[in-house]
């Protein structure tokens, strides 16, 4: 297409024509889709999982307090939802405690709600990736007494990498996960093939995904956010076409584009 005072043609946009599954709401959501519009997508915002309080409240309020006192000296936090339950909690993490952040959307969270960061894996946005990276962090110091805050459903791999490494570890369910039905429009326009690409960003999404939507159609792109995330779907039954380089949105939109651009 060439406009009329004959300019070089206008480049079709990556995702013009895919409508693209968005499995979370918020500002999340919000921000994924904004930037599949850029790239000419019709994101579908269909929220699968939701977050709930945990079901031990007066545990986790116990465990903030004597954060608040200074009996840790780090803790670690392995999502964003954690930073909204530490916000909601007023939790006050003291000088005196450090803060590791399993990537950087973590960290970001941390630092929009006025939390300090002081690790951030550099490669591997993953706790793997931060078990590598802790012993360099902390000059290896043993035992240090670290609080870790997690959702009910996740495996407990930072906590036991700490503890085989000597550190006395204490682990606190902050939140738990739960499943939210998608519309039913948006389950027949899977099932009919109308929706081009999936985005999965994590096990729980992965594990409503199949069991809402699957089996999903072979036309159909199933994209996650990184290699934990894929051995997860394909515990839960669910293909994994293509995984994003780096544990964040705009890789895992990355992973989209290129995927469209084979395709053609």
Known sequence: MTTSTGSTPTAPKPLAGWRVLVPRG???????????????????????????????????EAVLARLAEGEFDWMTVTS??????????????????????????????????????????????????????WETATAGVVPLRVLTLRSEIAKPLLTEGLKRIGHEVE???AYRTIGVSVPENVVSDVADGLVQA????????????????????????????????????????????VIAEERTAASLIAAVVDAAAARR
Do not use: H
């Open 26 to 60: 918020g500002p999340w959501g919000d921000s994924v889709a904004a930037d599949l519009r850029a790239k000419g997508a019709s994101p579908v915002v269909a929220a699968m999982i939701n977050f709930a309080p945990t079901a031990d409240a007066p545990a986790l």
């Open 80 to 133: 964003a939802t954690t930073v909204d339950v530490l916000s909601a909690q007023r939790a006050v993490v003291p000088a005196s405690t450090r803060v590791a952040a399993v990537g950087e959307t973590t960290a970001a969270a941390l630092v929009a709600a006025g939390y300090k960061v002081d690790l951030v894996p550099s490669e591997d946005n993953s706790a793997r990736g931060l078990l590598e990276e």
């Open 198 to 241: 999936i985005l999965v960003t994590s096990g729980s999404v992965a594990e409503q995904v199949q069991k809402q939507l699957g089996p999903i159609p072979e036309g159909t792109l199933v994209a996650a956010i990184g290699p934990q995330t894929a051995r997860d779907a394909q515990s839960f039954g669910l293909r994994v076409d």
């Open 171 to 173: 682990s606190v369910v």
